[in-house]
């Protein structure tokens, strides 16, 4: 069964770091471009970081650059993104997809470009 299940998501406070795993099962993730994205309570699915298959480009949301980092192990299949600085605007449950690409440099930044979802994991940052 393919799937994409994230991890690591909880309570963090204002300041402090947090480290979410997307293992992706029933598909090889070098075929993929992949992606985080968020969601807050009442607001759209936001981009936060992408990376190209190769691993060798990556990209942020304005948001979020220069606090968060973006990686991939292609030999554990996993996409990481490690959350730094954490600020409670940051709070919303986190995003990992997944979407087929010829490339291996290009990365896709838009929502409606993955059509592979996983389920989501929460991230909540106190003040």
């Known amino acids: 069964q393919e799937q994409l299940v994230e991890s690591g998501g909880g309570l963090a406070q204002a300041g402090g770091s947090l480290r979410l795993s997307c293992v992706a099962t029933?598909?090889?993730?070098?075929?993929?471009?992949m992606g985080w994205f968020r969601q807050a309570p009442g607001k759209e699915r936001e981009f936060v970081a992408g990376i190209s298959r190769s691993g060798s480009n990556t990209y942020y949301g304005h948001s979020v650059k220069g606090r968060f980092t973006i990686s991939r192990d292609n030999a554990k299949n996993t996409v990481y993104l490690e959350v730094n600085s954490l600020k409670p605007e940051d709070t919303a449950v986190y995003y990992c997809?997944?979407?087929?690409?010829?490339?291996?440099?290009?990365?896709?930044?838009?929502?409606?470009?993955?059509?592979?979802w996983g389920q989501g994991t929460q991230v909540t940052v106190s003040s």
């Open positions: 997809a997944a979407a087929a690409t010829l490339g291996s440099s290009y990365i896709f930044s838009q929502r409606h470009e993955y059509p592979y």
């Open positions: 029933g598909r090889t993730v070098t075929d993929y471009c």
